[in-house]
């Protein structure tokens, strides 16, 4: 296969799917700002504001979505947040929700874009730069780590449904296709990571959860057949002191939210957040159903 038509068979089999907004935050009760980011291409990011309550700068988190999502499908998130005294940024990637398109995405692309939104928050008066927290799910997830892992002085991070590995995501990928992965997998896995510019051992979540300098919570659904449950076992144990939640779910844990809020704010809100330290124990396992 040439390069150029692997490039297109590339780009059309992961092409972004893109989906409308389902919801609003007024549908959760909170009243937000719309409001237009740049993304360090010079295009438009589409995102929600929810300002905290009261007047001091607050502290803020701001929220990634997956492939194919979009901000929308990331509120059930918000209003918990909100009422545990933070205020947040929903944003949509480059090529999904109402953001601008672009020729296609990639996990360093989703780092970018989060980047672009915590430099946001950081311009924002009313918010407390010192006290930033990232929440991503999937390759969102992926994204949030992989930027944490380029940061000093993020308070913390929350990765659902996490990868530990692209390369595994691209085998399972070409299987669920009926497609060899030898030599196909090899051929497809080198292209894609020049079309990228990033080697998938340098951008993986394995690598780069390590390098993260915050606190790092992990939440995995126990029935994901798109991401197995093995993996979250194995992000986690790249870092002692990562601690791994358990949900009954499967990769969308959306339902489940209700349950993993709390357990999500006492992380946020833990005393001695964003000094940098971590637990040399072995990873901790809590299971919320």
Not at 18 to 43: I, K, M, W
Request: proline share 7%.
């Amino acid at each position: 296969m040439s390069a150029g038509l692997l490039r297109r068979w590339l780009l059309r089999r992961f092409a972004v799917p893109r989906e409308a907004h389902t919801a609003a935050p007024a549908d959760h009760g909170l009243v937000a700002l719309e409001v237009g980011l740049p993304a360090r291409d010079g295009r438009r990011l589409h995102g929600w504001f929810v300002p905290a309550a009261g007047s001091a700068p607050a502290p803020a988190v701001l929220v990634m979505h997956g492939w194919g999502a979009n901000a929308s499908l990331m509120l059930p998130l918000a209003r918990p947040l909100h009422d545990a005294g933070h205020a947040i940024l929903l944003i949509d990637a480059r090529g999904h929700g109402a953001s601008d398109d672009i020729d296609f995405m990639s996990l360093p692309r989703f780092a970018d874009d989060v980047a672009a939104g915590l430099d946001w928050l950081r311009g924002r008066h009313d918010v407390d730069p010192a006290r930033l927290s990232l929440i991503g799910h999937s390759v969102g997830a992926a994204a949030v780590l992989l930027e944490a892992s380029r940061r000093d002085h993020l308070n913390a991070v929350i990765a659902l449904s996490a990868f530990a590995h692209p390369r595994d995501m691209m085998r399972r990928h070409l299987s669920a296709m009926g497609l060899p992965w030898h030599p196909l997998g090899a051929l497809v896995t080198l292209y894609a990571q020049r079309l990228i510019g990033a080697r998938f051992d340098d951008i993986a979540p394995v690598t780069t959860l390590p390098r993260v300098r915050c606190p790092v919570l992990l939440a995995h659904g126990l029935h994901d057949d798109t991401v197995p449950f093995a993996e979250a076992v194995r992000l986690a144990a790249s870092r002692p002191g990562t601690t791994l939640i358990q949900v009954d779910a499967g990769h969308d844990l959306s339902d489940a939210l209700p349950q993993a809020h709390k357990a999500f704010e006492s992380f946020l809100n833990a005393p001695g957040r964003n000094r940098g330290s971590q637990s040399h124990e072995p990873f901790a396992q809590q299971r919320i159903c």
